[in-house]
């Protein structure tokens, strides 16, 4: 995690790191001002917290309730050596907690984090730059190019190769990336997360049987995220963007709108016109682009290859944000390489989704074939010994497709976590199966996993397997664990040179009677590609283009933006349009407009409904406010101070509303109870003098909105990158 330090006045400290500011002090005596910690003191402070957030992890995992217990460190400094110190952490429990909970609670404690680190004796490297924002080197501790070339199935290039031109492509990108955290709790499966040290919604996860595959992994995802736009996905660009030269990439097209709000002619094919729009009820403004919201300019669409001839078909970005997600998204050593990672990611998610809404069963791998692959087969028996039955199952359904599945159970739990993995050789398949499944998780991550469910409609409900594809934690059933299958086992082999792979991948989605279209990003210098598969890899229903499409940003976002500019007539015309949306009222509004507000701020918690309720009291519409602080009191996740103003609003609201009842009779006790400033926002709030209290003021300009600028700006150097090589 990259940390930037400001100097402040005096000898105060100002440390940054994404949506949060510590600041430090010294205390009087060593000529500071007292006014905070001293960086010291957070640093032991650190080990304390870090001691109990693994005795809460632990206790939550179990049910045990944390109120009585009680934890505490003192730092035992040797006289003759200060900066040799004990640290003593001492936990008071009660009776009530057994004797191997409070073996398993020590134990917790000893796997702090700080603690190890610390143990571990960590080295300081320290030296000058240039320019703090412009060093760019990836921070790749434990993996080092020492010469050797270490070569794996289904790449064209040595690992350290790779990583090295990865890294040299994100280097003259002007990113700076750090990696956050390495995982390997079994032999044989690495995991890790990296993400750009200047916008941290800029992260992939990397898996592999080794730390450098699995950065190969991380590093290949985060360039094929880039490449393809998938970082900004639902994000507003800002005026600037949206009306520069070209929004998404040089190779755009724009489709003007119609008066009669018809779909555009050449956007898209008849193929995708049935699929897309079957009903008649798709409309142009509906294609709209969610990050430049500019109906003005119309249509962006971006141009894919259709397969079955090599004619152009251009695809609404808008289409492509709302139902694919991140799915058939590859960049790779060389095309082939990226398009085979594409096709097998693709498979993978088709036929998990097939497996788990069809309930079917597979056949088991036999272990004679599993000892073929001793590597995977050690971390497999990692997790058994660890207390997690796991079952490896052949997910080809007969040989038909390169999916494999390898099934993890929690008896702790009884949850289930159901992996999938796909590739042409069904080794890669097998591993990659094993390594999603234990991706940047500790083995108390796995408590979280759901149970398995009799219940079909819960496995077939789309929500389910937008869960499934997300994180792997959707529901599954419990036939999945039937000793009747419904295929045979297949030791299956799609492999060859990525071309042979490549083209073999394709023959089964004609053979399916699919359409295939692809887009290829080399601008960046890399291998990089995006497939789409329309009526196979969509991952949300083709109805939300129109009941639940991304873009209904455009109808709210200025508005709410420029929330503290509106009249009387403005308001009641936006709260009159979010009722009217039917929006959930627990969507929260950087989701509903596209704005990364701080998740600190009350902008970054704000919810459609809190949202109306601020209006309805702007507006002096009382009973419409009391109605939904009500709700919102009853089903309020927000913080203890927000849950404490709206609960004072509610008891103002209810003396304010009947008429035998004088405010002025309450305010004491009022104040008593809530506090004075408290009561003074809430009586402001509730007579109008004080409108949307806790917000501060926005605009489309983005002013104040660092999160959202940061990313922003990470943006534009993609932008940059790709107006300079276009005009090469």
Not at 113 to 136: C, S
Not at 215 to 244: K, M, P, T, V
Not at 465 to 492: P, Q, Y
Not at 560 to 567: G, T, W, Y
């Amino acid at each position: 995690m990259e940390i930037k330090v400001n100097f402040l006045e005096n000898l105060r400290l100002e440390a940054k790191f994404d949506d949060f500011t510590v600041t430090a002090d010294q205390p009087i005596r060593y000529k500071g001002d007292g006014s905070a910690p001293s960086p010291f003191d957070y640093f032991l402070a650190s080990s304390a917290l870090c001691a109990a957030y693994f005795v809460k992890v632990y206790c939550k995992a179990r049910d045990i309730p944390t109120e009585d217990i009680r934890l505490s460190q003192n730092n035992i400094v040797d006289p003759e050596n200060r900066y040799n110190q004990i640290f003593q952490i001492q936990v008071e429990l009660p009776e009530s907690i057994s004797d191997r909970d409070r073996e398993g609670i020590l134990r917790s404690i000893d796997r702090c984090t700080v603690k190890k680190v610390v143990q571990q004796g960590p080295e300081f490297k320290i030296e000058t730059v240039e320019n703090l924002d412009e060093d760019a080197t990836i921070m790749a501790m434990g993996v080092q190019d020492d010469g050797t070339n270490t070569m794996i199935l289904g790449k064209d290039l040595p690992l350290e190769k790779t990583i090295g031109n990865m890294t040299g492509i994100l280097e003259q990108l002007g990113m700076k990336i750090e990696i956050t955290s390495w995982r390997n709790i079994v032999p044989n499966v690495w995991s890790l997360n990296i993400r750009d040290s200047a916008s941290e919604l800029c992260f992939t996860n990397g898996k592999g049987a080794t730390k450098e595959s699995a950065l190969c992994s991380a590093l290949g995802e985060f360039i094929e995220r880039l490449s393809c736009n998938f970082f900004y996905n639902d994000q507003f660009f800002g005026e600037e963007l949206a009306n520069a030269e070209f929004v998404h990439y040089p190779t755009e097209k724009w489709f003007p709108l119609s008066e009669d709000d018809a779909i555009p002619e050449g956007l898209l094919d008849d193929y995708c016109l049935d699929i897309y729009n079957p009903e008649g009820e798709l409309q142009g403004s509906n294609l709209i682009d969610t990050n430049s919201g500019n109906h003005e300019r119309g249509i962006c669409a971006l141009p894919y290859i259709r397969q079955s001839d090599n004619e152009i078909v251009y695809f609404p970005s808008n289409l492509m944000e709302n139902l694919f997600l991140s799915n058939g998204m590859s960049a790779g050593n060389n095309l082939y390489e990226a398009k085979v990672q594409c096709l097998s990611e693709i498979f993978e998610r088709a036929v998990k989704r097939q497996i788990i809404e069809q309930e079917l069963v597979l056949p088991d791998v036999p272990m004679a074939v599993l000892e073929k692959y001793p590597g995977i087969l050690a971390g497999i028996q990692g997790l058994e010994e660890q207390g997690f039955p796991v079952v490896i199952k052949d997910a080809s359904l007969g040989g038909q497709f390169p999916v494999m599945c390898v099934t993890l159970m929690n008896p702790r739990t009884g949850g289930v976590f159901a992996s999938f993995g796909a590739h042409p050789s069904f080794e890669v398949a097998l591993e990659r199966s094993l390594t999603e499944l234990l991706q940047g998780r500790s083995f108390e991550g796995l408590n979280d996993v759901p149970p398995p469910t009799f219940n079909s409609h819960a496995v077939t409900e789309p929500n389910n397997f937008v869960e499934h594809f997300i994180d792997s934690t959707g529901v599954i059933s419990w036939r999945f664990f039937s000793a009747k299958h419904d295929f045979e086992f297949c030791e299956w082999d799609f492999s060859g040179s990525n071309e042979e792979e490549c083209a073999g991948l394709m023959a089964i989605l004609e053979a399916l009677n699919k359409e295939v279209y692809v887009s290829t990003f080399e601008l960046l210098g890399a291998s990089a590609c995006r497939i789409l598969v329309p009526d196979y890899s969509e991952i949300y229903p083709v109805e939300d283009l129109v009941w639940d499409n991304t873009n209904k940003a455009i109808f709210f976002r200025e508005d709410i933006l420029n929330l503290h500019k509106l009249d009387a007539e403005q308001l009641s015309d936006l709260v009159e349009r979010l009722e009217e949306s039917e929006e959930d009222n627990y969507t929260e509004i950087r989701t509903l407009i596209g704005i990364e507000f701080d998740e600190n701020t009350v902008w970054g918690q704000l919810t459609v409904l809190e949202l109306k309720i601020l209006i309805y009291l702007a507006l002096q519409r009382h009973e419409d406010a009391q109605e939904l602080v009500e709700s919102f009191l009853q089903y309020n996740d927000n913080t203890v101070e927000r849950g404490l103003f709206y609960r004072a609003v509610n008891a103002v609201l209810e003396i304010v509303l009947d008429e035998e009842l004088e405010l002025e009779d309450y305010i004491h006790n009022l104040q008593r109870m809530f506090g004075e400033q408290v009561m003074t926002d809430v009586i402001g709030s509730v007579i109008g003098d004080l409108r949307f209290h806790g917000l501060t003021p926005t605009s489309t300009k983005l002013e104040g909105i660092e999160k959202h600028l940061r990313l922003i700006e990470s943006y534009k150097k993609l932008h940059t990158a790709r107006a300079m090589m276009a005009s090469q």
